[in-house]
């Protein structure tokens, strides 16, 4: 007898296999999404490096352009003017004349003050480019100043004055130049001598005697001196003193006294009463001082340069 067998798949066989297929589907579904995600992901990565590196490029390359285009300009704004004429050659000067240059008063001049006019020539080389002037000058001090005319092309001239004293000396410098920064110049002077005078007279002159060292802070030492003019008080120029120590040293500079009612103590300023003709200063003496005869020695000087007899009297500086 044939028998048939038949050859059943038992129902857990399906189930595994689909089961299975399930699961390698899903696999393969994730794998396939994980690719294209990373591929999306690489992608933008790569897209947004480019990107960043075209604008880091762009950038950099503005940078260099504006640098160069800031260096230009910088280079161009410290020259010249390169669509401006060359600056014209400056004005050669060539001598300078002025009258009286040297002037004395003599006796015969009444003492007291002068308007006194000067002539200023000066030839030039080639006609100026700009105005051609003048200034003079007295201790750093404007005395005139002014433009010179034309007489020629090549000559200019002017006439100016000075208001001066007859019994008083002094110097002038004179100085000629064309405007602008490559100004040509010449200098020449002017000297003044007063007319003799009698000089200086000092009547009397005193001082603190004795002062002791203070053992803090300081102490005053006042110093005197009554003078005269025998023509005018304004004929006095200066009174000063000045101080020679036991071994013949001169102490310090010389000191001026002052007739002028000013009062500033910390600045040795005392005077009480101005054009009173008692000329006054105070000294300080500290501490770190030694003791010492000091010899004091007062004399004026009148504008004319002449000097007083000098007055001496004596300090004594003890512990």
């Not at 994730?30 to 880091?56: D, G, K």
């Not at 000191?255 to 910390?266: I, Q, R, S, V, Y």
Request: negative net charge; glycine residues 6%; contains cysteine.
């Amino acid at each position: 007898m044939l028998v048939v067998t038949k050859w059943l798949t038992p129902p857990c066989f399906f189930k595994y296999n689909l089961h299975n297929f399930k699961l390698v589907y899903a696999l393969k579904t994730a794998y396939y999404l994980e690719n294209h995600q990373n591929s999306a992901y690489r992608l933008t990565l790569q897209n947004s490096f480019f990107n960043q590196h075209n604008v880091l490029k762009h950038s950099l390359f503005l940078s260099i352009g504006g640098l160069c285009v800031s260096v230009f300009f910088g280079l161009l704004a410290g020259c010249d003017d390169i669509s401006s004429q060359p600056e014209a050659e400056p004005t050669s000067l060539n001598s300078l004349t002025i009258s009286p240059n040297r002037l004395q008063f003599d006796a015969s001049a009444p003492i007291g003050t002068q308007v006194v006019p000067f002539d200023i020539t000066v030839t030039l080389d080639d006609p100026p480019n700009s105005d051609l002037r003048y200034s003079v000058e007295r201790r750093g001090e404007v005395a005139s100043s002014g433009t010179l005319d034309p007489q020629s092309d090549r000559i200019y001239t002017t006439t100016f004055s000075l208001t001066l004293n007859t019994a008083e000396s002094m110097n002038f410098t004179v100085h000629v130049f064309t405007e602008g920064r490559r100004s040509d110049r010449l200098r020449g002077s002017i000297r003044v001598r007063g007319r003799s005078v009698s000089r200086p007279v000092i009547l009397e002159a005193f001082n603190t005697e004795e002062v002791t060292i203070p053992d803090s802070g300081n102490e005053r030492i006042d110093f005197f001196a009554r003078v005269t003019h025998p023509e005018d008080q304004d004929f006095i120029d200066r009174v000063q003193f000045f101080l020679i120590d036991q071994q013949g040293n001169r102490l310090g500079d010389e000191f001026e006294l002052f007739d002028d009612g000013e009062l500033n103590n910390p600045e040795g300023r005392i005077d009480e009463a101005a054009g009173d003709s008692l000329y006054s200063r105070a000294l300080f003496i500290e501490p770190t001082n030694n003791p010492d005869n000091v010899d004091v020695f007062y004399y004026a000087v009148g504008v004319d340069g002449q000097s007083s007899d000098t007055t001496q009297t004596e300090l004594q500086i003890l512990e």
